[in-house]
């Protein structure tokens, strides 16, 4: 199934994850968008807000999880999928 999704969405492979304008067909890696780059950071284990070290895990659900900032004056918290390497914020 993600195989097939993958291929309909004409990115070359799962590490080169892309999002695609669906009405333009543009294709951006998503490394270069903002939950990319959010992930990217909450990979290096350090928070985007506080740059605090560490995060306290919460409910997991298909391939996203949710994380807190384990800093107690930031409790900054995100939804984290490792697999798409995207995060947003909650
Ligand atoms: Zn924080």
Redesign the pocket.
């Known amino acids: 199934m993600f195989d097939r999704l993958m291929k309909w969405l004409g990115a070359k492979e799962a590490s080169g994850m892309v999002e695609v304008n669906l009405t333009t067909g543009t294709q951006i890696p998503v490394s270069k968008t903002d939950k990319g780059k959010l992930y990217a950071k909450i990979a290096s284990n350090h928070?985007p807000?506080?740059n605090?070290e560490g995060f306290l895990a919460g409910p997991s659900g298909g391939m996203s999880q949710n994380i807190m900032?384990a800093?107690e004056q930031?409790g900054?918290r995100f939804n984290v999928t490792p697999v798409i390497g995207i995060a947003e914020r909650i």
């Open positions: 928070c807000d506080c605090g900032c800093n930031c900054a």
